[in-house]
């Protein structure tokens, strides 16, 4: 379920315990966003040079120099196109940052983030992308963006309550469901078509009238996102 999906990715088993000397480093700041535990620990004189520990679910996984913590963490962050070929100190590192987890965010905010992963999709021209707008009639905005995406070469799909009737636009199916529960989710998600490193996705979950939720560029997570997806609005 989106719920189990959600809960999960925000409830971090994952803990950076930064080992330095004089003031504590802006690395807490910079993964304040991701799903991530940063403590600080003051290292004696005589230790070595400052340097990171990795845990996940309570293991220890690595070390990472903070030195090139800091340089990784230097726009643009440069991901491994082969994450398993990496420590697997390094391979949480990418992991935490494929995942970036928001609250109280509102409808505005969540549209922005969909348009960029709306425009990867385009830039790329081939591929699934999947959109789920809680209820069609938030689509009616959209109509002509996604005439656009259609035109792209896109294989776009629309879930939504059916409480509106969309125009035919070519390239693009719409789904009404029935399940309530999805009426709370936002989902938006890109498969990368021919380009497996385009994969992206986003999860909000409506609240009070704002979101919390996560983005991430993790293919394992994206397609655990479509499959939830999927089964919750009684599609094969």
């Known amino acids: ?16 315990t930064v080992y330095g000397r004089g003031d504590e480093t802006d690395i807490e700041r ?12 003051q290292l004696p004189p005589d230790a070595p040079d400052p340097f990171v520990v990795v845990e996940e679910a309570g293991e220890f996984v690595g070390a990472i120099p903070l030195d090139e913590l800091e340089w990784l963490l230097t726009p643009p962050v440069v991901r491994p196109s082969e994450p398993a070929d ?15 987890v928001f609250t109280a965010m509102n409808r505005r905010q969540l549209l922005a983030v969909s ?60 789904h009404g469901y029935g399940d309530e529960s999805l009426e709370r989710f936002w ?15 986003l999860v909000g979950r409506e609240y009070d009238g704002a979101y919390d939720g996560f983005w991430t560029d993790d293919p394992d ?13 009684g599609v094969d």
Request: with cysteine.
């Open 115 to 174: 348009r960029e992963i709306e425009d990867r999709a385009r830039r790329v021209g081939n591929g699934r992308l999947l959109v789920s707008f809680q209820h069609l009639s938030a689509f009616a905005d959209q109509v002509e963006w996604y005439w656009t995406l259609g035109e792209a070469g896109l294989d776009i799909h629309v879930y939504g309550a059916p409480d509106w009737e969309p125009p035919a636009i070519p390239g693009v199916t719409f």
């Open 1 to 16: 379920m989106l719920d189990t999906l959600l809960e999960r990715v925000k409830r971090s088993d994952k803990r950076f």
């Open 86 to 100: 990496v420590a697997p100190g390094y391979r949480v590192l990418f992991e935490v940052l494929d995942e970036t």
């Open 30 to 41: 910079q993964f304040e966003t991701h799903s991530v535990t940063v403590d600080w620990e």
């Open 221 to 233: 997570l994206v397609d655990r996102i479509e499959a939830e997806l999927l089964a919750e609005a």
């Open 187 to 201: 989902v938006v998600t890109f498969d990368g078509g021919t380009q497996r490193s385009q994969v992206c996705g």
